[in-house]
């Protein structure tokens, strides 16, 4: 050991903590907590006491605390020590020394990228296009593109593969080609955001509509920035100043109002201030520090995919950070594969491509969906152990229900202290009662747990809502409106809860609750169906089964049924087998004959009624 008497300034170990703060991953090294010494430089992956830090650089105890002591800072034997106490006892005791992270990379998309700064370049901006339809999101996307081709002939740009690069000023913007929220909100309801930047697009002449105020609720709960181009200003009716008014209304505010929302005039058919627009997103851009490191395996999000009858599965990646290689082992959501092909947005052939580039890819072994995260791998093996890891988690994970909020799942979430935000989405008869129910809903909100109303607005609950409520784990709240069985069946299917009401203080008492984490399910009975018995079988050792017409709704294997004889209740059960013919069914529907057994019951008669109920959260 020597001695080393230099000094170091707090900057400089929190430097070379950051310098030497690399990643680890437990395929390299699978042990899980470690300290040793190694050439002269201390590795350790998890905080130590003093004891723990004296043994593994073999300083004695009492020489640490002396040091710490001279340092201002008293501490006794087994006290855990920070990871800035480390570094400067290592340095003080001559040992570099360095923290490695242990990293599940099954679980790449959690991984914090926090690297030295000085490995970050400048990236350029993901742009995505949104707002009303025929305001000129299709017009606005294309004429930035064709502007790309040289002569603007349109034939060299028909290779679209979902985003392209648009180069301005010497620096490059890429646009994701699918204007509209459906991709957008599919892809966030898969938990990736992708786009730093969302380009509304406002006719002028007519003015916010209702998709406006959808593509604004969308960039503001997935953070992105928004910048308005106020399009067809070479329509007589263009009145931008109205737009300004109508935008300041919902929160998205010009500068020239105080805010610092970027507004561009522009005329996708004239062509006229697409420069400018080109000018804001670069200038958001530099004000947004949009850096990636591309010293390092590419991570990044499938933007669209295919089964190519030729080339097999192809799919369209957005690299977010670190450097994409043809040759490269990939994992793509579940599948892996290796990167066979790799070409761009005018089908060059690539054979790297660095942060915010989008690539068209074959090589995978099946095809992913639209969201799906990426990552790339040193092995093939890796990448197919963590493939496999990865379908077995998802497996593991549908079978046991969806992840997606539900009121009783805030209850429990709020009582162990572990949500703080409560998101929720309201739909009314009327705007007059929406705007009441966000505010009176918002000022529930206590200390710890805040209700945040994302979207209030007339109406219908639509598609759009459920895919909103999906992505940002919220609620819907139903005001005097009701959900058609597609809606529910949507809402079903991404598991978002949508409450229904038509008295207000039923509504806020309910959300009051589960704010205090009292909220408590009402379940209901709910009849099901009903049959009428008219032939009895007895079986042996079966039991006595009737032979029944349905006479209204239907009836399910296994639900809870009560046997009516002259209107009154001879048994309450279960309806333990339901047949029809010699067929087990699920369920037998009104008009239709089945046979059925109640569990534990044989005393059935011809003409007896069996009604089947279940039970169901009050709406
Ligand atoms: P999207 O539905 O938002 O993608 O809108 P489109 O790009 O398909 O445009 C809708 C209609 O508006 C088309 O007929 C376009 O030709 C027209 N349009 C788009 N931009 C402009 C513009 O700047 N000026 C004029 N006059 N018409 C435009």
Redesign the pocket.
């Known amino acids: 050991m020597k001695k080393n008497n230099r000094h170091f300034s707090k900057k400089a170990v929190q430097q070379r903590a950051r310098i030497n703060n690399v990643e680890r991953t437990p395929a390299q090294h699978r042990e899980k907590n470690f300290a040793k010494v190694n050439g002269g430089v201390f590795v350790y992956s998890k905080p130590l006491s003093v004891a723990e830090l004296s043994e593994a650089i073999n300083v004695p105890v009492p020489n640490i605390i002396k040091f710490l002591f001279m340092q201002g800072k008293a501490v006794t034997i087994n006290q855990m020590l920070d990871d800035e106490m480390i570094g400067t006892i290592c340095l003080e005791f001559g040992y570099d020394f360095k923290k490695e992270k242990i990293v599940d990379e099954a679980h790449f998309e959690e991984i914090e990228i926090d690297d030295d700064p000085s490995t970050l370049v400048e990236r350029p901006p993901v742009v995505t296009v949104m707002?009303?339809?025929?305001?000129?999101?299709?017009?606005?996307?294309?004429a930035i593109r064709q502007s790309n081709v040289a002569g603007g002939e349109a034939g060299g740009i028909s290779q679209a593969i979902g985003a392209y690069q648009k180069e301005h000023n010497g620096k490059k913007i890429t646009i994701i080609d699918t204007?509209?929220h459906a991709a957008f909100t599919a892809m966030r309801a898969r938990g990736a955001s992708v786009t730093d930047i969302v380009v509304l697009?406002v006719?002028a002449d007519d003015g916010v509509m209702p998709q406006t105020l959808e593509a604004i609720d969308h960039a503001k709960a997935a953070k992105s920035e928004i910048i308005v181009a106020i399009?067809?200003?070479?329509?007589p009716g263009a009145n931008p100043r109205k737009v300004k008014e109508e935008l300041l209304a919902h929160d998205v505010i010009a500068e020239e109002y105080g805010g610092d929302v970027l507004m561009v005039e522009?005329?996708?058919?004239?062509k006229d201030g697409l420069n400018d627009l080109l000018d804001a997103i670069l200038l958001k851009a530099e004000m947004m520090e949009l850096k990636a490191n591309p010293n390092r395996y590419a991570i990044g999000t499938v933007l669209e995919a295919n089964l190519d009858k030729g080339e097999g599965p192809k799919a369209t990646l957005l690299v977010q950070n670190g450097t994409l290689n043809a040759g490269d082992f990939v994992v793509v959501g579940d599948i892996y594969g290796k990167i066979r092909r790799m070409v761009s947005e005018n089908g060059g052939v690539l054979k790297t491509a660095g942060p915010s580039t989008p690539v068209s890819v074959t090589g995978l072994s099946a095809v992913p969906a639209a969201g799906d995260r990426f990552m790339a791998f040193p092995s093939e093996k890796q990448a197919k152990e963590i493939a496999e890891k990865r379908a077995l988690e998802k497996l593991e994970k549908t079978r046991s229900g969806t992840s997606a909020m539900s009121l009783s799942d805030l209850n429990s979430l709020v009582t162990a202290g572990q949500v703080e935000d409560i998101n929720v989405i309201v739909k009314a008869d009327t705007d007059g009662s929406a705007e009441a129910l966000k505010a009176s809903l918002e000022k529930l909100s206590e200390d710890n747990v805040k209700v945040k109303v994302i979207s209030a607005s007339a109406g219908a609950i639509s598609d759009n809502d459920v895919m909103l409520a999906s992505a940002s784990h919220a609620l819907i709240y139903g005001f005097n409106v009701r959900p058609d069985a597609r809606i529910k069946a949507l809402a079903e299917e991404q598991g978002v809860e949508i409450r229904l009401h038509r008295i207000i203080y039923e509504l806020l008492d309910e959300m009051k609750a589960a704010i205090k984490g009292k909220y408590k399910a009402e379940v209901v009975e709910q009849v099901t169906g009903q049959a009428e018995v008219r032939h009895i079988y007895k079986i042996t050792h079966v039991g006595t089964v009737a032979g029944s017409y349905v006479t209204s709704g239907l009836l399910k294997n296994g639900e809870k049924v009560r046997l009516l004889r002259d209107g009154a209740i001879v048994y309450e059960g279960v309806l333990e087998s339901l047949k029809r013919f010699k067929d087990d069914v699920k369920e037998v529907k009104e008009g239709y004959e089945c046979g059925l057994k109640i569990a534990s019951f044989n005393d059935v008669k011809e003409g007896d009624i069996v009604e089947g109920y279940e039970m169901v959260e009050k709406q």
């Not at 399009?231 to 329509?235: A, E, L, T, V």
Request: aromatic share 0%.
């Open positions: 707002g009303h339809v025929d305001h000129g999101k299709t017009s606005i996307i294309d204007p509209g697009v006719a399009n067809k200003m070479d329509k522009c005329s996708a058919k004239t």
